[in-house]
Structures are given as structure tokens and as C-alpha cells.
């Protein structure tokens, strides 16, 4: 299972979520403490929104712990929102463009958890993407695809429906093709403006999601694990959930896989 970190709010160094608290995400990528695997060490990734509506990245199949640039370039930047992940594979070599975030114009994405079968059933999902989405896939991930699938089921026009449809998608190839299901995901993505997240499972075992203010009561943080002891300041975000976090609130609203599902 991977570790990430994201953050909407006022501006901020990177370090700040990455770097230097006591439970970081580069100290996360080797002493995770709510995850399978306590190493996250098969590379990393960073995205963030500046002065232009495509986010920046950096990512790298260095373990984060090792890479003395990223450590570097989370002190110098400064960014209203932004994606961090450390990477533990399931799915797709080791390699940068399997690396998360994975971008496509103003959307950046991060994943954490399984498609069971994904081997399976990944020729029907690449047959559901037009040819400009089909065409954007660099990596080999199911996280990837995921995302490609969600840009083309309308990310843009509605993000809560979008997700849900691909979800929905999924589950039914896996039900159709494996006579099983099985999907967790915790995911972040953002267009530059609002930062969402994801919360959910098929079997109620979603990997982990904890959320905090961070400077004021507008900014906030969403990650894997906390990235501190003071527990009374981290909501552990439910099962099934989807967050929205914009210009002056976050907000948890309940999130379904289906097939037919609009955005609330």
C-alpha cells in the first residue's frame, strides 16, 4: 500500500507536509505505521498549482528517503495545493511513468490501493477510453487507468460522478470477467481549484484517510497516516466518503460506486 499527502488551502512550502513533521511523508515511505507494508520505497511524486492552470511535477523511482532533491525542492516550493505520494507497487514495474501523481492537462491524481484482477479485466477497461484519453497513458498501473477512466466518464464536468461511474465500471468487469470483486480505493485529485478525495471499498476495508486544518481554518491537509501525535486534531475520514475541500470550507459527503451516479 502507498502513503500520499495533499493540502488545499493558503500558500504553503511543500515541506511542510513532506518534509518536516515528526511523521512526514519521506518518513512515511520508510516507517509506516497504518499500512500493510511499513516501506514505501518503489519511488515518488509530487504536483503542484502555481501561476499556470497545469500543475508542475516531479517524480522520481528513487525511494523518497534517499532523494536528497526532493527535500530540496519541497523547501523552495510554494503552492495553494498540492499532491505528494511514496509509492509501494502492486500493479506496473518500477518506473517513473508509474510514478504518482499521474497528470492529464489540469487534473493531477494520486491512488492508494487494488483492483483484484486488474490483469484480468485491464483490455476491457482501455476498450471503454476514446482515443485522445487512451492515447495520454504513459505507465502500466491500474491507478493510471483509473484515472483515464474517470476523464473519460466527464471528470471535468462532474468529478463525485465521474469516479463513481469508473468505480462502478470496474466492479462490473471484475463481477463479469473474475466472478469476484474486489476494489480499495483512497485516492486524491484536484483541477487546480478544489482538492477532493475518496474513501471506499468493496469489502469495507478502504485503505486509510485522516484530515486536519493546517494554519487556519480554511487550509487543509489530507493524508495516509497523521503526520504528527496530537490525534484530537486528525478526523479519520468514514468509509464510503467522499471530501471536497475549496476556497473556504471542507466538506464529507457520502460517496456510492454507481453506474448511473451524478455528483449531489
Not at 463513481?164 to 471484475?174: P, V
Not at 483512497?186 to 468493496?202: D, I, K, P
Request: aromatic content about 10%; hydrophobic content about 40%; glycine content about 6%.
Amino acid at each position: 500500500m502507498c502513503r500520499w499527502a495533499a493540502y488545499r488551502g493558503d500558500p504553503i512550502y511543500l515541506e511542510e507536509l513532506v518534509s518536516s513533521p515528526a511523521h512526514s511523508l519521506i518518513e512515511q515511505s520508510h516507517c509506516a505505521t497504518r499500512a500493510k507494508t511499513a516501506t514505501n520505497g518503489d519511488g515518488f511524486g509530487i504536483a503542484w498549482y502555481g501561476d499556470h492552470p497545469e500543475p508542475g511535477r516531479y517524480r522520481d523511482i528513487l525511494p523518497a528517503w534517499s532523494d536528497c532533491n526532493l527535500r530540496s525542492l519541497a523547501r523552495q516550493i510554494r503552492s495553494p495545493l498540492f499532491l505528494a505520494h511514496v509509492r509501494a507497487a502492486t500493479h506496473g514495474a518500477t518506473r517513473r511513468d508509474n510514478c504518482h501523481p499521474f497528470v492529464h492537462g489540469r487534473w493531477s491524481f494520486m491512488h492508494n490501493g487494488q483492483i483484484s484482477g486488474f490483469d484480468r479485466i485491464r483490455r476491457r477497461m482501455e476498450a471503454l477510453l476514446s482515443d485522445e484519453i487512451f492515447d495520454a497513458r504513459t505507465g502500466s498501473t491500474d491507478s493510471e487507468l483509473l484515472f483515464l477512466l474517470a476523464l473519460e466518464f466527464g471528470l471535468d464536468r462532474d468529478p463525485h460522478g465521474a469516479v463513481s461511474r469508473a468505480i462502478a465500471t470496474i466492479e462490473a468487469l471484475s463481477a463479469e470477467i473474475c466472478g469476484d470483486v474486489l476494489v480499495r480505493f483512497t485516492a486524491a485529485f484536484s483541477n487546480g481549484e478544489a482538492l477532493y478525495a475518496v474513501r471506499y471499498a468493496t469489502d469495507s476495508r478502504p485503505p486509510t484517510l485522516y484530515a486536519a486544518p493546517l494554519g487556519n481554518a480554511t487550509s487543509y491537509c489530507l493524508v495516509s497516516e497523521p503526520l504528527n501525535d496530537d490525534i484530537d486534531c486528525w478526523m479519520e475520514v468514514p468509509d464510503g466518503s467522499i471530501v471536497v475541500i475549496g476556497e473556504d470550507r471542507m466538506s464529507v459527503s457520502p460517496f456510492l460506486a454507481e453506474a448511473s451516479a451524478r455528483a449531489a
